[in-house]
Nanobody
């Protein structure tokens, strides 16, 4: 059974940093693209960042470019999202996801496996 577990969320002041982790189990994800999405109250789930199966390519939403960094450690079957210079508008539940292809996609429907989410709250 495939399982993705996010951790690292919490409450932080504007300008602060958090590092999210996504631990995968149940299968090997080496070679498959992974992504981070977020969903704020009353809004649709949106793409935040993605990383290719090789780890050599990354993609970011314009709203987080230059502030967030996605990475992966296939030896640990874990993906990370380093979030710096956080803003109140970054407040959301953050989800990690994996798809069955090796290139980055940005739509919710293109991902096959999802975690349960971790809350990130940024106070002003």
């Amino acid at each position: 059974q495939v399982q993705l577990v996010e951790s690292g969320g919490g409450l932080v002041q504007a300008g602060g940093s958090l590092r999210l982790s996504c631990a995968a189990s149940g299968r090997i994800f080496r070679g498959y693209a992974m992504g981070w999405f977020r969903q704020a109250p009353g809004k649709e789930r949106e793409f935040v960042a993605g990383i290719s199966g090789s780890g050599r390519s990354q993609s970011y939403a314009d709203s987080v470019k230059g502030r967030f960094t996605i990475s992966r450690d296939d030896a640990k079957n874990t993906m990370y999202l380093q979030m710096n210079s956080l803003k109140p508008e970054d407040t959301a539940i953050y989800y990690c996801a994996v798809n069955d292809i090796n290139y980055i996609t940005t739509t919710v429907a293109s991902y096959d496996y999802w975690g349960q989410g971790t809350q990130v709250t940024v106070s002003s």
